[in-house]
């Protein structure tokens, strides 16, 4: 029975060694330094229970005494010990379930800002196209405009030289035949 109870406590301590390392608010704080004062307090009660247990195998009156020591001090003490721990479960549990509200709220947040920044880019993208295709468009339109420019003075000169040509055709004709007259 000591032997376990040994190692059971050292397990504990282990526990409570990583729980320190653990808690950093002030409150849990407190309530694990309450937990390790009633810890030490029934661990010191319930040995002298046990070295009065171990003497009552030859002497009646100091397994009466462990019997009420047993009674007075260590089951108070052992239930302090327990009260203390449902203290810090709790705490622990408040703290939890608050530090989870506020990791949820952070996540809708990001999410919101996210989605926010997404739409301002989608808003930002489509300005920044417009922009590029109706500036491409005036420059293609102009470009269109001197082409058409272009095209009718080509027209407007294809009509002169074809008049021209037509003159000179006559021209030629006329004197081919006033050549053949004089012939």
């Given at each position: 029975l000591e032997a376990?109870?040994?190692a059971?406590?050292?397990?504990?301590?282990?526990?409570y060694?990583?729980?320190d390392?653990?808690i950093t608010d002030?409150?849990g704080?407190?309530l694990?330094?309450?937990?390790k004062?009633?810890?030490?307090?029934?661990?010191?009660?319930?040995?002298?229970?046990?070295?009065?247990?171990?003497q009552s195998?030859?002497?009646?009156q100091?397994?009466a005494?462990?019997?009420s020591?047993g009674?007075?001090?260590?089951?108070?003490a052992n239930m302090?010990?327990?009260?203390?721990l449902?203290?810090?479960?709790?705490?622990?549990?408040?703290?939890?379930?608050?530090?989870?509200a506020?990791?949820?709220t952070?996540?809708?947040?990001s999410k919101?800002?996210?989605?926010i920044?997404l739409?301002?880019?989608?808003?930002?993208?489509?300005n920044?196209a417009?922009?590029?295709?109706?500036?491409?468009?005036?420059?293609?339109?102009?470009?269109?405009?001197?082409l058409?420019?272009?095209?009718n003075q080509?027209?407007?000169a294809?009509a002169?030289?074809?008049?021209a040509?037509q003159?000179?055709a006559?021209?030629?004709s006329?004197?081919?035949s006033?050549?053949?007259e004089?012939?």
């Amino acid at each position: 029975l000591e032997a376990s109870l040994v190692a059971v406590s050292a397990d504990n301590a282990k526990v409570y060694d990583e729980l320190d390392k653990l808690i950093t608010d002030a409150n849990g704080r407190a309530l694990l330094d309450k937990i390790k004062t009633a810890r030490a307090e029934n661990n010191r009660v319930r040995d002298a229970v046990l070295i009065l247990s171990r003497q009552s195998s030859t002497n009646r009156q100091a397994n009466a005494q462990a019997y009420s020591l047993g009674r007075t001090q260590f089951d108070p003490a052992n239930m302090q010990y327990l009260a203390d721990l449902d203290a810090l479960i709790d705490f622990t549990k408040t703290d939890t379930d608050t530090t989870s509200a506020s990791i949820q709220t952070g996540v809708q947040s990001s999410k919101a800002g996210i989605l926010i920044g997404l739409g301002l880019a989608l808003i930002v993208g489509m300005n920044i196209a417009f922009f590029i295709s109706r500036g491409t468009f005036r420059i293609l339109q102009s470009i269109s405009n001197s082409l058409s420019d272009g095209s009718n003075q080509v027209s407007s000169a294809a009509a002169q030289v074809s008049a021209a040509s037509q003159t000179l055709a006559e021209g030629s004709s006329e004197q081919a035949s006033s050549l053949e007259e004089t012939s």
